[in-house]
């Protein structure tokens, strides 16, 4: 009498390989969300972490700065030329030609003379 299933008992469900493979989809999909959202978590705390170490060493900047260039007009006060250094431009700004650093193109000296050498030999 108990080994008999009930009548009221549904049949097992039907396994075939697309209700499976839909299934393992399902479940890695489930996991992939799971371990991105640990790494969206694991992100946004470094990310507050380091704006709070800026918002930190922001003030030291300004104070670091002003201390820097009470310090150098000391020194230039104290010493004189001695003091400043072959870097030091005078208070004037570069010029934009000092600034730029032009990389020419590895074969850029073949170049040219090879075109040097087709004026001459014409």
């Known amino acids: 009498m108990f080994n008999q299933p009930s009548s009221s008992t549904l049949p097992p469900p039907k396994h075939d390989s697309t209700s499976i493979k839909l299934a393992k989809v399902s479940i890695d999909k489930d996991l992939l969300i799971g371990i991105l959202d640990v790494r969206v978590y694991e992100l946004e705390n470094e990310n507050s972490q380091k704006s709070k170490q800026i918002s930190d060493l922001q003030p030291n900047i300004g104070g670091l700065t002003t201390l820097y260039f009470d310090l150098k007009e000391i020194l230039i006060g104290n010493f004189g030329d001695e003091f400043k250094t072959s870097g030091s431009n005078d208070g004037k700004a570069l010029e934009t030609s000092e600034r730029v650093v032009v990389n020419l193109a590895p ?15 014409e």
């Not at 074969?107 to 030999?121: H, K």
């Open 107 to 121: 074969d850029y000296n073949l170049d040219q003379f090879m075109s040097s050498s087709l004026v001459i030999a």
